[in-house]
């Protein structure tokens, strides 16, 4: 079992060549424990998550081939080779499924291995007192992300920038005492448009009679929303704000409504890195709030014109400029396929149900192109780019989706 667990994690926190290496030695190693090993024994890895988003009731060989053919993919867009600054060191903590990687002198990312909702990465720039991209969904993630950076840093970070506004990149920024809180003024305006008690409420809620609520209780279930104090920024950027890290210059660009209305990217141009925040979705099906497909589009067109060595997504494995790319053309299929169904008269459940997702249905939690359709919609009616969305609504139809 210590063997899987180290391969899995391998797959988790791994990029090309080492995945493959360590997913082809398990599987020539450990064949009988890969095939025999029920999910509900390995709840206590990242694992169970994965396989009830594939639908399989064991770990088999088809994950494997699967994790395989992702690689590949990954590996056939330039992956490996764009991604240099991946070789630096890494660090896992006990009992957690994330990871701190070395991309760049005093640079790091803390990933999270994608389990769905909430899985968000962060990044460090380890200069002049620390800045902090993004904080995490709840307090018990964030402390373990403060603890994997206190292998590298002196003390907590003093600053900390906020990507956008969503709860899985800001909701443990009161961990980082005293620190000066960065964002865009929309993300700071719109801090509050989630609410964490109505997070804990819906992660409580597995005795409900309704059974979608049941299952989102169950999706929630390695979340702690209880505790959590709202902390939005107070310096705010608009277009851009540039800062000089002892002598590593930070670049943050709005390049919002695409994501959300907010969305800052940071980027250091020395160093060829992005964090792209939610901006970027990386293998996994993308969701948006306030913005348009063609500002999003415009969004990721910026990131690959900072011409990064290494991007890192705000959900997703790292990558090179191939993640922004894949995105643009995931989000010009989608849209142009629901122009499709609109034009034929589909509810966006239905035309979520047609829509063949082709190349992109690899990518974990496919259900969530609904979001992307419904948005679709809304632009097609020639409505708002903040236009209100019914998120009950949508998270029932993607369950519907996702047939549970
Ligand atoms: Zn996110």
Redesign the pocket.
């Given at each position: 079992m210590r063997f899987v667990r180290a391969a899995i994690h391998g797959r988790t926190i791994s990029e090309g060549r080492e995945m493959r290496v360590l997913l082809e030695k398990m599987v020539l190693d450990r064949p009988d424990i890969l095939e025999a090993t029920p999910v509900a024994r390995l709840r206590e890895f990242d694992l169970a998550h994965q396989a009830a988003v594939l639908g399989a009731d064991r770990i088999g060989l088809d994950f494997v081939a699967r994790q395989m053919r992702l690689d590949e993919q990954a590996e056939f867009h330039g992956g490996p080779a764009l991604r240099p600054a991946c070789r630096g060191r890494q660090w896992s903590c006990y009992g957690c499924a994330m990871e701190l990687q070395e991309i760049g002198r005093d640079v790091y990312a803390c990933l999270q291995a994608d389990r769905g909702l909430g899985t968000?990465n962060s990044g460090l720039v380890n200069r002049a007192g620390g800045l902090v991209v993004d904080t995490f969904w709840d307090l018990p993630h964030t402390r373990q992300m403060i603890e994997l950076y206190g292998r590298v840093w002196q003390a907590p970070a003093r600053r900390v920038v906020n990507t956008h506004r969503?709860g899985?990149?800001c909701w443990g920024n009161q961990l980082f005492r005293g620190a000066e809180i960065i964002g865009h003024r929309t993300c700071a305006a719109e801090f509050g448009k989630e609410s964490p008690g109505f997070m804990q409420a819906l992660r409580d809620g597995g005795d409900s009679a309704d059974p979608m609520l049941r299952t989102f209780a169950r999706l929630l279930v390695d979340w702690d929303f209880r505790g959590i104090e709202l902390v939005p920024p107070t310096t705010l950027v608009d277009d851009r704000l540039e800062l000089d890290l002892d002598g590593v210059r930070v670049e943050l660009i709005h390049v919002g409504p695409a994501h959300t209305a907010g969305d800052v990217i940071v980027h250091l141009p020395a160093e060829r890195i992005v964090f792209t925040g939610?901006v970027l979705f990386r293998l996994c099906t993308p969701i948006g709030w306030e913005g348009t497909f063609e500002r999003w589009i415009a969004a990721l067109e910026r990131i690959v014109a900072l011409d990064p060595a290494l991007v890192v997504p705000?959900?997703g494995p790292l990558c090179g400029v191939e993640g922004p790319r894949e995105m643009q053309a995931y989000l010009r299929y989608v849209r142009a396929e629901a122009r499709r169904f609109f034009d034929q008269g589909l509810t966006t459940l239905d035309a979520s149900r047609r829509l063949d997702l082709g190349p992109y249905a690899g990518w974990t939690e496919p259900e969530r192109v609904l979001f992307q359709v419904e948005r679709a919609y809304r632009e097609f009616r020639g409505e708002p780019f903040d236009a209100p969305v019914d998120v009950t609504a949508l998270f029932r139809g993607m369950l519907e989706l996702r047939g549970r």
């Amino acid at each position: 079992m210590r063997f899987v667990r180290a391969a899995i994690h391998g797959r988790t926190i791994s990029e090309g060549r080492e995945m493959r290496v360590l997913l082809e030695k398990m599987v020539l190693d450990r064949p009988d424990i890969l095939e025999a090993t029920p999910v509900a024994r390995l709840r206590e890895f990242d694992l169970a998550h994965q396989a009830a988003v594939l639908g399989a009731d064991r770990i088999g060989l088809d994950f494997v081939a699967r994790q395989m053919r992702l690689d590949e993919q990954a590996e056939f867009h330039g992956g490996p080779a764009l991604r240099p600054a991946c070789r630096g060191r890494q660090w896992s903590c006990y009992g957690c499924a994330m990871e701190l990687q070395e991309i760049g002198r005093d640079v790091y990312a803390c990933l999270q291995a994608d389990r769905g909702l909430g899985t968000s990465n962060s990044g460090l720039v380890n200069r002049a007192g620390g800045l902090v991209v993004d904080t995490f969904w709840d307090l018990p993630h964030t402390r373990q992300m403060i603890e994997l950076y206190g292998r590298v840093w002196q003390a907590p970070a003093r600053r900390v920038v906020n990507t956008h506004r969503n709860g899985d990149h800001c909701w443990g920024n009161q961990l980082f005492r005293g620190a000066e809180i960065i964002g865009h003024r929309t993300c700071a305006a719109e801090f509050g448009k989630e609410s964490p008690g109505f997070m804990q409420a819906l992660r409580d809620g597995g005795d409900s009679a309704d059974p979608m609520l049941r299952t989102f209780a169950r999706l929630l279930v390695d979340w702690d929303f209880r505790g959590i104090e709202l902390v939005p920024p107070t310096t705010l950027v608009d277009d851009r704000l540039e800062l000089d890290l002892d002598g590593v210059r930070v670049e943050l660009i709005h390049v919002g409504p695409a994501h959300t209305a907010g969305d800052v990217i940071v980027h250091l141009p020395a160093e060829r890195i992005v964090f792209t925040g939610d901006v970027l979705f990386r293998l996994c099906t993308p969701i948006g709030w306030e913005g348009t497909f063609e500002r999003w589009i415009a969004a990721l067109e910026r990131i690959v014109a900072l011409d990064p060595a290494l991007v890192v997504p705000g959900h997703g494995p790292l990558c090179g400029v191939e993640g922004p790319r894949e995105m643009q053309a995931y989000l010009r299929y989608v849209r142009a396929e629901a122009r499709r169904f609109f034009d034929q008269g589909l509810t966006t459940l239905d035309a979520s149900r047609r829509l063949d997702l082709g190349p992109y249905a690899g990518w974990t939690e496919p259900e969530r192109v609904l979001f992307q359709v419904e948005r679709a919609y809304r632009e097609f009616r020639g409505e708002p780019f903040d236009a209100p969305v019914d998120v009950t609504a949508l998270f029932r139809g993607m369950l519907e989706l996702r047939g549970r």
